[in-house]
């Protein structure tokens, strides 16, 4: 087909797919920035937020292997951006989830950014497969700080591909030691740009690794001296403590390959690799884009085993897999020309998108809906008012819920911050967490506890297993006084405190 038609065809396809990605991300960032309420896992990252607007040092190991229990194991860049911005006083959530969608929205604007004059359609393309994906739509408004880093990670690597002076190479160190200031495990595009460096600009290595190092010298004494040493003891307690989940990471990559996109992803990247490979041989490599999109896939895969980990550990690697898709789609620079096998991978696009969008489980990538939250802060305001009727609004709380609680129930001394992340990592690999929180049960120090509806009696497993110990002390010394929609609460047995 003669490039101008093919350049028709391949636009009307672009603009067709974009426009459907964006009617269903809207809606979910509408909805997903109005929610006052930890939306899933949110609320560790709500706390670091809040710690640095009141002063608390929630990176002190006491904090988090003794009362309050509360457990901070990310760096706090994206955080202290957040705390620092104005905020919403009925919903705090709003200014984190903000910054998230426009750092998510920057990293993808590395997708047209990278394309040639020609080929744009291409990228337009791969934006709206981007943003169908969905682990990224439900994670676009979302108060956690991977979109940051992944930003900084991929406007690093286009930085190093760009760089023809030695300030271009200097700025793409900075940017990938930022990516990983905003998350630790985001390490794939300093590794992408140290190897093309390396290869191809071997004379600037010494400033590139020198300004990585710096960045990261200053932040980490910033951070030391704010925090102190127990800082780096957080943050490093994902590599000490975290036990691998091997069964998990097959239960997520399910769910990513279940995507007939994702798929569509997949096999198009590995198209890529092996037309670039062929076309180009060795100088498939000439871009750090292949390095980037294979260091993170493996690096974030790795980090996927480990426990806690969910699917948005793959955005990154599905980014980095796009881009490297739309720097082979536009060849040596010639005009777009619609032969046979973009014809083909155009048609199987076409089908996954349909697919795609007939698909009715919006809970698949989105985390609340107008109904919903209506309904949980319905359910949030029924349980204050319980609090308050208990006289315990103000008192000593302990959750046993989720992660959501802490910032649900903000007017007493709330207690453990992230149960799901207790239970699976520090009342297993730092017992005498468990028997703390035993202590002080047993001592009936609650005047409140918050557990899921469901919870309403012993725990019936027997043993010294973490969850039944406690559940066993628990309801020696506490009843289940209000029965909620979204939580019980339970009360001291008898009246004395």
Same mark, same amino acid.
């Given at each position: ?72 194991? $990310? ?7 957040? =705390? ?140 030391? =001296? ?15 403590? $975290? ?45 750090? $884009? ?98 308050? =009727? ?31 992340? $207790? ?75």
């Amino acid at each position: 087909m003669r490039a101008r038609g093919s350049l028709l065809v391949v636009w009307s396809a672009a603009l067709a797919l974009a426009g459907a990605a964006l009617a269903r991300l809207v809606p979910v960032v509408r909805d997903q920035l109005r929610a006052p309420f930890d939306l899933i896992s949110e609320g560790p990252h709500m706390c670091t937020v809040k710690a640095l607007w009141a002063g608390f040092d929630i990176y002190a190991r006491g904090s988090f292997l003794d009362l309050p229990f509360f457990m901070t194991p $990310y760096t706090p860049l994206y955080h202290a951006l957040v =705390a620092v911005l104005p905020q919403d006083p009925a919903n705090p959530f709003f200014t984190g989830r903000l910054v998230a969608a426009g750092a998510m929205g920057i990293a993808a604007a590395a997708l047209p950014a990278i394309a040639a004059r020609g080929h744009r359609a291409t990228a337009v393309l791969a934006l709206g497969v981007f943003f169908l994906i969905h682990a990224v739509t439900g994670n676009t408004a979302y108060l956690r700080s991977d979109a940051m880093a992944l930003a900084f990670s991929v406007w690093a690597v286009v930085a190093a591909a760009r760089a023809r002076t030695r300030v271009g190479v200097i700025a793409s160190a900075v940017l990938a030691a930022l990516g990983v200031a905003a998350k630790q495990s985001f390490l794939a595009a300093g590794v992408a740009c140290f190897i093309h460096v390396a290869r191809h600009r071997p004379r600037d290595l010494g400033a590139f690794l020198g300004a990585g190092l710096a960045v990261g010298a200053v932040l980490g004494a910033a951070a030391t =001296a704010w925090f102190g040493t127990d800082f780096w003891f957080a943050v490093t307690l994902p590599l000490s403590d $975290y036990p691998r989940d091997i069964e998990s990471y097959w239960v997520h990559w399910d769910m990513m390959l279940a995507q007939p996109l994702v798929r569509f992803v997949l096999g198009a990247g590995a198209g890529a690799t092996i037309v670039a490979l062929v076309r180009d041989g060795r100088r498939a490599c000439a871009t750090p $884009y292949l390095p980037y999109a294979g260091a993170a896939w493996i690096l974030q895969n790795g980090v996927m085993t480990g426990i806690g980990a969910e699917n948005h550990n793959l955005i990154e690697p599905m980014l980095a897999t796009l881009v490297w898709i739309v720097v082979v789609a536009q060849g040596d620079g010639t005009p777009l020309r619609l032969g046979w096998a973009r014809a083909a991978g155009l048609t199987v696009l076409a089908w996954c998108v349909v697919l795609e969008l007939g698909n009715p489980n919006t809970r698949l990538w989105s985390h609340t809906d107008p109904a919903h939250t209506a309904r949980y802060v319905r359910e949030r305001a029924s349980a204050r008012d319980a609090l308050r =009727a208990l006289d315990a609004e103000h008192g000593r709380l302990l959750n046993l819920k989720n992660s959501q609680i802490p910032h649900d129930f903000e007017g007493g001394e709330m207690n453990l911050n992230d149960l799901w992340m $207790y239970i699976t990592v520090l009342w297993n690999s730092r017992p005498e967490t468990v028997g703390r929180l035993l202590a002080a049960i047993e001592a009936e120090r609650f005047d409140a506890v918050i557990v899921s509806p469901g919870v309403v009696r012993v725990d019936p497993n027997p043993g010294d297993a973490p969850w039944p110990r406690i559940s066993r002390a628990l309801f020696e010394r506490y009843r289940v006084a209000y029965h909620g929609g979204e939580v019980n609460l339970l009360t001291r047995r008898n009246a004395r405190e």
